[in-house]
C-alpha cells in the first residue's frame, strides 16, 4: 500500500473512531476515578499507588469491573484541537473548523479561572498519587496542560481572529509566571509542574511552559515573555547532560529521576520554537543543545526501523506516546534537515502497521509477547492524532 494511502487511511479511522466517543474514554492513570476503589484504598497512600499501578500494566481492562468511568481529559481536547488547526489550515474543510469550535468551547469551559483568577487548566478529570506521594486532581491547575491549551489558543486565535482567544492565552501566561514559576538556588528560573510542587523540578515542565510563551511572542511583542522565555531556556540548557539528554526530574533532596523517553522530544521541540526569538549571544550555545539532544534522541532512542526504546536503555515495552513524540519531533526538524522528515515517514509507518486496531484507535503498548490492546483517548489517540496532523503539516499534504 503505497505510504500517502496508508496515512489518509490511518487519519480518517483514528478520527471517525474519536467522534464516535465523543472524546471520553480511559487513562493509564485513572484508577481513583472509581467509587469501589477509592472506599477500598480508605484513603491509603501505598494502596493508592497500588491499585493505580496495577490497572495501568494489566494487559486486561479491569475498569468496567472496578466501576472506573470514561471522562473528558483537559490536555487531549487540546491536543485534538492542535490538530483540527493544522488539518484545517491543509485542506480548509469546514468540518474541521467545526471540530475545532468544538474543542474551544469544552476547553473554555473547564478554565479554573475563577479559582484562580486567570486561566488554567488541570490535565486530570480524576484524582491521581504518584510513586513520590505526590497527587494530581481536576482542580490543581499544572504546566503541561495549561501551556498545550495555551498553544491551542494561539492557533485558533490564526484561525478565527477572535480576540477573546488571544486574550485567553495571555491570560494563561500570567497563571505560570504568578504561580508556577521559581528561582533554583544558583539563579536559573524554571516552572514549577503544579501549584502543589514545591519539592522537585521537572525538566520538562520548564520546557513546554517555554514552548507556549514562544507561540504568545508571535501575537504579543511583550519584552516580559520574551525575557521569560530566555531565562527558562538558559535553565534546559544548564541541566543537559554531556550526552545531550535531560533528566526527567530533581528533588530537593537530591535525588534525581531518571526517565529518558517521549520527554527529550518535548524538550528538543521547545529550544526549536525559541531559537528564532533567541538573540544573537544565545544562538550558539541554544544550537549547540538543539544538536546534541536530537543526537541522542535519534541515535539512543530509536531503532532505525522506527519504533522507540520505552525507557532507555530499556527497550520494552513499545508505548504509543514515544512513537507519536518521535514523529512530531523529527517532523519539526525538517526545518533543518529534510532527512528528519524521511526518519518521521518511518516512525509513523511502523506505528501504523503494528499498533493501531480495527477500530481507528491504536494500541497503548507492546511488550515482547502481549500487546496491551485498551484504548486511552489522550495517551493514544490524541497524540497520534497530533503527530499525523504535524507530518502532513510538514510534509505540505492536503488530501486528508
Known amino acids: 500500500m503505497a505510504f500517502d494511502i496508508l496515512v489518509d487511511n490511518s487519519m480518517r479511522s483514528l478520527y471517525n473512531w ?17 467509587e469501589i476503589v477509592n472506599k477500598f484504598c480508605s484513603n491509603s497512600q501505598l494502596l493508592e499507588i497500588l491499585v493505580t499501578q496495577l490497572n495501568k500494566y494489566s494487559i486486561l481492562n479491569i475498569r468496567p469491573i472496578m466501576g472506573i468511568e470514561k471522562g473528558l481529559d483537559v490536555k487531549g481536547i487540546s491536543l485534538f484541537a492542535q490538530s483540527f488547526s493544522k488539518i484545517y489550515s491543509l485542506t480548509n474543510d469546514q468540518r474541521y473548523k467545526e471540530d475545532l469550535f468544538e474543542c474551544i468551547n469544552l476547553l473554555k469551559s473547564k478554565s479554573l479561572k475563577q479559582t484562580y483568577g486567570s486561566d488554567c487548566w488541570a490535565g486530570h478529570y480524576f484524582n491521581y498519587r504518584g510513586f513520590d506521594g505526590s497527587i494530581l486532581a481536576p482542580d490543581i491547575p499544572d504546566v ?6 495555551i498553544k491551542t489558543m494561539v492557533d485558533s486565535y490564526i484561525i478565527f481572529k477572535d480576540k477573546e482567544l488571544k486574550d485567553i492565552g495571555k491570560s494563561a501566561y500570567d497563571f505560570l509566571i504568578e504561580y508556577l514559576l521559581g528561582e533554583t538556588d544558583d539563579g536559573y528560573y524554571y516552572l514549577k509542574y503544579d501549584v502543589l510542587s514545591e519539592n522537585k523540578i521537572v525538566i520538562n515542565a520548564s520546557a513546554e511552559g517555554l514552548t507556549a510563551m514562544c507561540r504568545l511572542m508571535h501575537l504579543f511583542d511583550d519584552a516580559e515573555i520574551r525575557k521569560i522565555a530566555s531565562k527558562l531556556s538558559e535553565f534546559i540548557i544548564h541541566t543537559q547532560d554531556a550526552d545531550g539528554c535531560w533528566i526527567y526530574s530533581k528533588y530537593k533532596s537530591g535525588k534525581i529521576r531518571r526517565q529518558t523517553d517521549f520527554h527529550q522530544g518535548f524538550i528538543i521541540d521547545s529550544l526549536v520554537e525559541y531559537l528564532p526569538f533567541a538573540e544573537p549571544r544565545e544562538r550558539d550555545q541554544l544550537t549547540d543543545s538543539i544538536k546534541r539532544g536530537v543526537n541522542f534522541y535519534r541515535k539512543k532512542q530509536f531503532l532505525d526501523n522506527g519504533r522507540c526504546y520505552y525507557r532507555y536503555p530499556k527497550l520494552y515495552p513499545i508505548d504509543i506516546h514515544n512513537q507519536a513524540q518521535g514523529i512530531i519531533t ?30 481507528g484507535y491504536f494500541f497503548y503498548q507492546k511488550s515482547r509477547v502481549f500487546t496491551n490492546r485498551i484504548p486511552y483517548m489522550r495517551w493514544g489517540a490524541a497524540w497520534m492524532m497530533l503527530s499525523m496532523a504535524t507530518y502532513l503539516e510538514k510534509a505540505g499534504v492536503a488530501k486528508w
Open 330 to 359: 523529527f517532523s519539526k526538524l525538517s526545518t533543518f534537515d529534510p532527512e528528519f522528515l524521511e526518519f518521521a515517514k518511518k516512525i509513523l509507518e511502523w506505528t501504523i502497521s503494528n499498533m493501531q486496531g480495527n477500530s
Open 144 to 149: 503541561i496542560t495549561t501551556s498545550n491549551v
Open 18 to 34: 474519536v467522534k464516535s466517543e465523543e472524546y471520553y474514554g480511559w487513562d493509564p492513570y485513572d484508577a481513583l476515578n472509581s
